[in-house]
């Protein structure tokens, strides 16, 4: 049993980055559907509301339980919330150019880049939110 808390210790930041990454796509696809499908809004307006609150699940998330923020003031407040945000905004640029490389100039199957774009988003998320946007304050 030490050996697997030990484990988890280990790749502590890394499971609950995937743990709340899934909970983050819940949160999306039932927003989604619940403005898409109960409320009948229109699938772009839909779409934009259930990222925002997606992201701001994820931020909130990776903020509290997976990179343990000490930023308390409320500059450093709007500065992780802007950060993370242009973050996501950026890799979904990206990873949308990513599957249409894939799709519309190489000619290939669509879930195999939506796949790849996804790869990419994922680590690029991680890799920014860990060393730029929730970095750790040096004492």
Request: net charge positive; no cysteine; aromatic share 20%.
């Amino acid at each position: 049993m030490q050996k697997l808390i030990n484990l988890y210790k280990k790749y502590e930041e890394s499971i609950l980055y995937l743990f709340f990454g899934g909970a983050t796509f819940v949160v999306s696809v039932v927003s989604y559907s619940l403005f898409s499908a109960v409320w009948h809004w229109e699938y772009t307006v839909s779409y934009i509301v259930s990222w925002f609150l997606a992201v701001l699940f994820a931020y909130i998330t990776n903020r509290i339980w997976v990179f343990k923020s000490q930023v308390t003031d409320f500059a450093g407040l709007l500065r992780e919330v802007w950060q993370f945000y242009l973050a996501r905004v950026v890799t979904g640029i990206i990873g949308w150019l990513i599957l249409a490389f894939g799709v519309r100039i190489l000619g290939q199957n669509d879930l195999i880049w939506n796949g790849i774009q996804n790869i990419f988003v994922i680590i690029s998320n991680y890799v920014l939110s860990k060393m730029i946007i929730f970095k750790k304050i040096e004492e």
